[in-house]
């Protein structure tokens, strides 16, 4: 019982941040946009760190489902990129056999890009707030940002590989790689490296922690204020950049306008026009090379599917459930599983958890703090689940 009273204190502290943003919002005029500010922001009320292990039961009753129902918008666009892979033990072909089944949609999106750009897709998306849809970006600012995303490598995750057309395997394994403190002497560097592409997310450090985490980024996955957050709140460990190599593509989880005009500026080699981020510098970022080849961002389709389908949390049955977001590391690890054949996870939630610093870069030890807006108790379970199916490897320092 005690994890729920925290839980609920917990919700608590966010409905009084919710109505205080509410009331500046609304005396501002723009009182449909309050919902959706900073989820993961700043100024979020911290939980302190919570000593419960066991899942937290569902709160609350839930809401009509005809409501709830329109509010999770179960239905999807189709994108039928990575069903061609030619891996013969690929997670597709595996996936078949497992409880995960019933619940994988083979041509979901998992990226939007110029071709998605259509006025009638802005109609369908409209309807979900947050990174779910589109509610919270006006349709000039999708359209332009979208359309410039016309290089065929912002519609595919992945390049074509000279090694597979050359009779290397044709199975691509990726390390994805989270920023646990269950990293911090892991010596597990050289095997990340190893594989074929290495994702990470938000406090990406890797110099000076090459031998535990290693030193390749292939794909760095962020919203614009994690991304920002990262780069304020960890200045202090070294984190003063994102990683910028010839071989990093950037992968924006679009959760505001923001990310968005973000995009549009590198997009156009200009600084941000609007918005809180209005007159920030993309270079600042993401180096001098700010060809569209080298971003990518993820369908608010697949967001909102693998909140519905993998990560349903009991808060989306409380009136509190336009906070809630899978989180940046948790998107970046199911996107992975939808288009790599193979994946290891490093650095993500394990039930040993309290062993280990938050993260891997941390200078003293420092407990695991719980956001209201993401559900790291669910995420544990969903990854130890993907384990045991033997759908992905997941790092435990076993
Ligand atoms: C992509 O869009 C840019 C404008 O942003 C344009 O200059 C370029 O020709 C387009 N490329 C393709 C392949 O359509
Ligand atoms: C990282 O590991 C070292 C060696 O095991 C240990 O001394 C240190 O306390 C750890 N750092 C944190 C922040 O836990």
Redesign the pocket.
């Known amino acids: 019982m005690i994890c729920c009273a925290l839980r609920w204190a917990l919700l608590g502290a966010v409905t009084l941040e919710f109505l205080y943003q509410a009331r500046t919002y609304y005396s501002q005029g723009s009182f449909p946009s309050f919902f959706y500010r900073d989820p993961v922001g700043a100024r979020q009320p911290r939980a302190g760190p919570m000593t419960v292990q066991t899942p937290v039961t569902p709160l609350g009753s839930r809401a009509p489902t005809s409501t709830l129902q329109l509010f999770l918008g179960d239905l999807y666009g189709r994108d039928k990129t990575y069903q061609g892979s030619r891996c013969p033990s690929g997670i597709r072909k595996r996936i078949a056999g497992t409880k995960f089944s019933s619940i994988f949609l083979e041509a979901i999106p998992v990226l939007q890009w110029a071709q998605h750009a259509l006025s009638a897709e802005y109609r369908r998306l409209q309807s979900y707030g947050g990174a779910h849809g589109w509610q919270d970006v006006g349709w000039p600012v999708v359209r332009d940002t979208l359309t410039r995303l016309n290089a065929s490598a912002n519609g595919r995750m992945f390049d074509a590989r000279p090694g597979a057309a050359a009779g290397g395997s044709p199975c691509v394994r990726c390390a994805v790689v989270g920023n646990s ?1 269950i990293l ?2 892991s010596r597990a560097g050289a095997a990340i490296d190893q594989h074929d592409y290495v994702f990470r997310t938000n406090a990406a450090l890797t110099k000076g922690f090459e031998r535990d985490v290693g030193r390749r980024t292939s794909f760095y996955i962020f919203s614009t204020n994690t991304m920002m957050n990262s780069l304020h709140n960890y200045a202090s460990n070294g984190f003063r950049q994102l990683p910028q190599t010839p071989e990093t593509k950037y992968i924006f989880l679009p959760d505001h306008d923001r990310d968005y005009l973000l995009l549009q500026a590198a997009l156009t080699n200009r600084p941000v026009n609007s918005g809180p981020d209005e007159g920030a510098r993309p270079e600042r970022y993401f180096g001098k090379d700010l060809r569209a080849e080298k971003f990518k961002m993820f369908h608010p389709d697949f967001i909102r599917y693998v909140r519905n389908r993998f990560l349903r949390s009991s808060i989306l049955d409380t009136p509190l459930r336009r906070l809630y977001r899978p989180s940046t590391g948790a998107v970046m690890l199911l996107a992975a599983l939808h288009t790599c054949d193979e994946v290891s996870a490093y650095g993500f939630i394990t039930s040993n958890y309290q062993a280990y ?1 938050d993260h891997y870069f ?4 420092k407990a695991l703090l719980f956001y209201a807006n993401h559900d790291l108790w669910l995420e544990m379970r969903l990854w130890q689940k993907l384990h045991q199916s033997r759908l992905i490897t997941l790092y435990t320092r076993g």
Request: aromatic fraction near 0%.
């Open positions: 403190g911090n002497g610093s941390d200078r003293t030890q």
